[in-house]
């Protein structure tokens, strides 16, 4: 990962999302990318230039464009038509983005499109967050990774952040996964955790 | 077999599939492929099909494909028929805020340029004090009557919403009126998602503090939320009030589910369900529920 005196930063072209510059460099705000925000409080996964990377949950293609600066290709999903347009916008102007309007919950819709991937990114605002990302471990590679940002307030708001976090955990280990880091994203999000997996 | 973006491919051999981008992501979305059978795409596949020579043209190809597929699906989305009738609700309840809050500014406003200490003056509502102010020059006249303006147009939109909700929604306009019908919708998120809803959420959409505040604690359960804008449950006397809701609630889900799923008026449901609904309101002993 690029650092420019401790500041994350990604190498592309810019102007996605008004993002600052610096020395050329595109500045990857923690505070407004939860993966920037893990780069930053933990470890992680470095993105390498032949990286293939699924995307759940793209949104308006911001953390995606800076992904895309790091690695190969990326499949990102998203769901609501409105953020997709935004996200098209970042394809028109990236080789490597590929928007799939599809509900990352039925992966099979997207089957056709999506290969073999190193790394599953997930950040999706579902009560079944684990469940979503054990379905598309279909796509990720022996050895590959997973990092699941989880989002506490949208998998039950009546329960503490904390034991989701724990339950969740739970849920992936029970599944076969190896679990190598898992820490919440304070300061930059609130009630939102990291969980970084080996499949 | 194993379907593909680019061809169909089956143990080795692949049968490429002839088309620009828009129809192949036509076929994609036609797919209709099992959960347990996700088989990830493989690229070297799409060299041996013909379809590309290297990685580069591959990435290409398929990008075409992603783009052209959502857009259409993007496209799709917004074609549907409750996608406009959200927005325009959701600007009537935005307006209707907008207009109240500058009608109090204004008269306000008006009360200190001229202090009057008549009961008529005190007792004049807002709305009515910016329609005579209005007419007046100066900033306060020009806000005024901008406010008057914004007003008329809200009258007009909310014409528009309600007769909308009638053509999208034809069996809950008929039960509850186009407006209180649009604006469920609203908080549902759309005519598909209302009509996946049980009664029991569709009683309480709109009282979402209420109904946490009686799940986290032991506060009482609402009784109404969007519904009780309908002038069956508010005219209610208040002890019958969550039994009539309770029966309308349960008689909008059948609604939304025909609307969706239908499309068109239903007659013979909504005789039986307005006298049903009229049976809850009136005496006790009359009741079957």
Sequence with gaps: MIRLNGILVSKGEGGVYGERTLEGYRVWDPYRSKLAALYLVGKGIDLLPETKVLYLGAANGTTVSHVADYVEVVYAVEFAPRPMQDLLEVARRRKNVMPIMADASRPEQYAPLVEMVDLLYQDVAQPDQAAIALANCAFLKPGGHLILMLKTRSVDIRKEPAEIFRDTLDILISAGITVTESTWLAPYHQDHAAIVCTR | ?289
């Design chain 2, 1 to 289: 077999m194993q379907p593909c973006w680019f061809g169909d491919v089956d143990d080795g051999t692949c049968i490429p599939f002839t088309g620009d981008a828009a129809a192949c992501a036509r076929r994609i979305r036609d797919l209709r492929t099992g959960r347990d059978a996700i088989v990830p795409v493989d690229w070297q596949q799409a060299v041996a099909c013909g379809i590309c020579h290297d990685r580069a043209e591959y990435l290409a190809l398929l990008q075409n494909v992603c783009i052209a597929g959502s857009e259409q699906a993007v496209k799709e989305q917004y074609a549907a028929k409750d996608v406009e009738l959200l927005q325009m609700v959701r600007t009537l309840d935005e307006m209707d805020t907008v207009v109240n809050l500058l009608s109090e500014r204004v008269a306000d406003w008006y009360q200190i340029r001229h202090p009057s200490f008549s009961r008529k003056y005190r007792r004049t509502p807002a709305h009515v004090l910016v329609k005579s102010v209005g007419g007046r020059g100066g900033a306060i006249g020009k806000v005024a009557a901008g406010i008057t303006s914004l007003a008329d147009t809200r009258t007009a939109l909310a014409k528009e919403v309600s007769g909308r909700a009638c053509e999208v929604m034809p069996n809950t306009s008929a039960l509850i009126g186009g407006l209180v019908a649009a604006r469920l919708l609203s908080q549902a998120g759309g005519l598909k998602e209302l009509s996946r809803m049980p009664a029991s959420l569709i009683q309480v959409l709109g009282a979402r503090t209420a109904l946490f505040a009686h799940i986290r604690t032991n506060a009482p359960s609402p009784k109404h939320g969007i519904i009780f804008q309908h002038r069956r449950v508010h005219n209610a006397p208040r002890e019958t009030r969550g039994k009539v809701a309770r029966v309308l609630a349960g008689k909008l889900a059948i609604a939304a589910r025909l609307d969706y799923y239908r499309g068109s008026a239903v007659p013979a449901f909504l005789e039986d369900a307005q006298a049903r609904i009229d049976r809850s309101g009136a005496s006790e002993e009359g009741d079957q529920s």
